[in-house]
């Protein structure tokens, strides 16, 4: 390559910025992906100089466009352009300490940790599926909240991903639901640098990326030049706006690591630091004479008029919506609700009581019945399942579909894309607009979307996961279905509520504490069973937010307590009236939540089970695996440490020991 003139346009001084912003801090912390943002420079800056609507001293500005970069290892992209445009979140000084402890700009884009970051994006193809959450909450509020006078919600989904997001299936399941759904506001520039981390991707990933997402119903358009042809980059991304009935991907040809002279287009500048000799020379080829971590005066003050213009923006939309507020005053109450994070009053109020005179059903439809109350006072409640709505039971009814050309309904068929869901809802909930995203399958098929729910507790995204047929009693489907350590896992992930209800107050106490975490952006997980269950003496929604309490007790110290989660709880309260009849002294606790419970207080753990009790025997169908946190000791569980069986639910419960006589043996057992 020549070495560049010395007088640069301020186009080039601007994205040379970027590339070396990029540059500097991954020397700095000697750790990082340099290439990307080196290679991406060009179309980032386009993106965000000419297109792209934001206001950098409000970050939250909700009508924004939002902007994604979904490979976020080159997660100094996006620190070099909140910088350049002035977000008080990333300073100079918080570049210098690019992946340093407790600082602004870790090694990927954390939406908690940074300020005009909008979602979190690590594992790659997270972040484009993120996007087609966000677009779709988009859709869904303009097409319920604007007026043919007052467009309050008009904004664009801008995506920057790469050969590895397009190699991850969550990426394909995503894109194919906003293809289906015609998405028009979601933009994704692919950044077509044929490198990975093994190399060329030639060695794993020939196919034609373009005729995919042509097959998926997007519009795919191809810049050939993406390191230098700026007018091409702005050009595709107009046309790309004026397509409203399809989402598109702009194919962006691009040389990884652009500039350097060893290391361009090559794996070795993908994801470690130039060192010295090979940063001199980049300075050198790019006519770059600055000191590191300086960025030339005429290039901040260019990227630093965002902060005039977000200004405006706002202020502009500021004057929308209070001449929409004084036409449609109730609209505007709704929204604002929903921007404020506020619940209506008294909503709970709507969620069903039981007795023990009311038949019992499966968890599955109290689920449906507090899913179909909830949903006629909170409006913002959208979703529905992966292609199992009639045995998930997740209906709105009397709602219509959420499909193209009807982006106001609330009933949301994701297809069979368990991992898809759980990224879309994820960017949902991540839309800062107030919307209560839920998701749903059986719950064997966590594992299929496991990254995301992960991702939706490390995020702070307030999704709600509706999980049924929760154990062997699912049945005649066999071990491929039924859950066994998959409990157990999900209770291992931080921030993650797990509740397993036992019968209807107890899910109605389950849905209480999901849609308040949802509004504290936390999420929740519930298991629910396909088989009846009785309701229980004792049971309330009260209790059940606390995770575990007394459901039947005795006079005195117990000599044991039964403790059980879900459908399993019938059978302590079963063995418990057999052992006392025998002159046991029994307490049984119901536990739908581990979470909930180690959020009281120490008082009241200790009320509920004493430390003096050290006799004490779980039950749950699942495996046994974190109970020794509960039972101590000198106790025992019953469980299932073993995959299921093929056959009728009651049967496979049956015989895995789920029965009122296996508890009696077990706690005579304990009891000595």
Not at 230 to 236: N, P, Q, R, V
Not at 457 to 464: K, P, Q, R
Not at 572 to 599: I, T
Request: glycine content about 10%; some cysteine; overall charge negative.
């Amino acid at each position: 390559m020549a070495v560049a003139t010395q007088t640069q346009t301020l186009e080039q001084l601007c994205i040379n910025s970027i590339r070396f912003l990029a540059v500097d801090a991954v020397e700095k912390a000697k750790s990082g992906h340099p290439g990307l943002p080196m290679g991406a420079a060009p179309m980032a800056f386009v993106l965000w100089d000419q297109f792209m609507r934001f206001n950098p001293k409000n970050p939250k500005w909700f009508n924004r466009d939002r902007f994604v970069l979904s490979a976020g290892h080159g997660s100094m992209l996006q620190y070099a352009l909140l910088y350049l445009a002035g977000f008080d979140s990333v300073t100079i000084e918080d570049i210098k300490n690019f992946r340093q402890w407790e600082s602004n700009t870790p090694g990927h884009p954390e939406n908690f940790m940074t300020a005009g970051v909008e979602v979190t994006t690590g594992p790659l193809g997270q972040g484009i599926a993120n996007g087609v959450g966000l677009a779709m909450a988009e859709a869904h509020l303009a097409a319920k909240y604007n007026k043919p006078d007052a467009k309050i919600v008009d904004h664009y989904t801008y995506v920057i991903l790469g050969d590895g997001c397009n190699m991850e299936g969550v990426s394909g399941e995503a894109c194919s639901f906003a293809g289906h759904q015609g998405l028009g506001k979601l933009i994704a520039l692919y950044d077509d640098n044929h490198i990975s981390i093994d190399g060329s991707t030639d060695v794993a990933f020939t196919e034609d990326v373009s005729k995919r997402f042509e097959a998926y119903g997007w519009h795919v358009l191809h810049v050939k030049d993406g390191n230098n042809d700026l007018d091409a980059i702005a050009k595709a991304i107009q046309e790309a706006k004026s397509v409203t009935d399809k989402p598109t991907m702009i194919k962006v040809t691009t040389t990884i690591g652009y500039g350097a002279p060893n290391k361009q287009n090559t794996a070795g500048i993908h994801g470690a630091a130039l060192g010295a000799d090979e940063i001199k020379l980049t300075r050198d080829n790019l006519a770059w004479e600055y000191e590191p971590f300086v960025v030339p005066e005429d290039a901040l003050n260019h990227m630093r008029k965002a902060v005039e213009r977000g200004a405006g923006y706002e202020d502009e939309w500021n004057k929308t919506f209070a001449n929409y507020k004084s036409k449609y005053a109730q609209e505007a109450a709704e929204f604002e609700r929903y921007l404020n994070g506020k619940l209506p009053d008294g909503w709970d109020k709507v969620l069903p009581t039981f007795t023990p005179e009311d038949k019992g059903l499966a968890t599955r439809k109290y689920s449906e019945g507090c899913l179909n109350k909830l949903a006629s006072v909170l409006p913002e409640l959208i979703g529905g399942s992966a292609d199992l709505t009639h045995s998930n039971l997740t209906e709105i009814k009397g709602e219509g579909e959420f499909q193209k050309g009807a982006f106001q309904n609330r009933n949301v068929h994701f297809g069979v894309r368990e991992h898809g869901m759980g990224a879309i809802c994820n960017g949902m909930a991540l839309h800062d607009s107030g919307l209560i995203p839920y998701g749903a399958t059986f719950l064997i098929f966590t594992d299929y979307m496991r990254a995301a729910i992960r991702l939706s507790a490390l995020s702070h995204a307030g999704s709600i996961w509706v999980m049924t047929h929760d154990s062997i009693g699912q049945g005649e489907d066999g071990p491929t279905h039924q859950p066994i350590e998959t409990l157990a896992s999900l209770r291992a992930i931080p921030n993650l509520t797990v509740i397993r209800p036992a019968d209807g107050n107890e899910v109605s106490g389950a849905y209480k504490v999901a849609i308040e975490r949802a509004k504290k952006k936390q999420p929740t997980l519930l298991a629910f069973t396909r088989q009846g269950v009785p309701n229980l003496n004792g049971t309330s929604i009260e209790k059940a937010t606390k995770g575990a309490y007394i459901l039947v007790d005795c006079d005195g110290t117990p000599d044991i307590i039964l403790m059980g989660t879900g459908s399993e709880v019938q059978l302590c309260v079963g063995a418990a009236e057999k052992l006392s009849a025998e002159g046991k002294k029994v307490r049984v606790v119901s536990m739908p939540s581990w979470e909930l419970f180690e959020e009281q207080d120490q008082s009241y753990k200790e009320s509920v089970l004493p430390a003096s009790v050290s006799k004490r025997v779980s039950v749950e169908a699942a495996a046994s695996f974190g109970w020794h946190k509960y039972v101590g000791m000198h106790g025992a569980t019953v469980g299932i440490d073993r995959f299921g069986a093929s056959a009728p639910g009651a049967v496979c419960l049956d015989k895995f020991g789920f029965n009122v006589d296996n508890v009696v043996a077990t706690a005579k057992k304990v009891l000595g």
